[in-house]
Nanobody
Framework: QVQVEESGGGSVQAGGSLRLTCSAS????????KAWFRQVAGKEREGVAS???????TVADSVKGRFTISQDNTKNSLFLQMDSLKPEDTGTYYC??????????????WGQGTQVTVSS
């Protein structure tokens, strides 16, 4: 059984930082494409950052230079380091694991989300 759980969300002032953690069980990280999505009020769900099975990292233009995605195989965890946070980053952040089968296979395994609130 595959389980995915996010943690590390909270409330910070603009310009502050947060580090989100995604703990996974029942899978090997390197056999999955990994990603963070977020749901911001008034906007459609959007991809924030991804880490392919081969270690290739990608971040959305809206967070480039501020967010970093990484993993720890020993802890079987995925991380999202968020720096220079802005009020528009406020939303619910989700961790997703997509099985690698020659491509990243949807719909994957989703966590329940963790709330991030950035105040002006």
């Amino acid at each position: 059984q595959v389980q995915v759980e996010e943690s590390g969300g909270g409330s910070v002032q603009a310009g502050g930082s947060l580090r989100l953690t995604c703990s996974a069980s029942g899978l090997t990280l390197n056999s999955y494409c990994k990603a963070w999505f977020r749901q911001v009020a008034g906007k459609e769900r959007e991809g924030v950052a991804s880490l392919n099975h081969d270690g290739t990292a990608t971040v959305a233009d809206s967070v480039k230079g501020r967010f970093t995605i990484s993993q720890d195989n020993t802890k079987n965890s995925l991380f999202l380091q968020m720096d220079s946070l802005k009020p528009e980053d406020t939303g619910t952040y989700y961790c997703v694991m997509f099985p690698w089968v020659g491509y990243c296979h949807s719909p994957g395994h989703w966590g329940q989300g963790t709330q991030v609130t950035v105040s002006s």
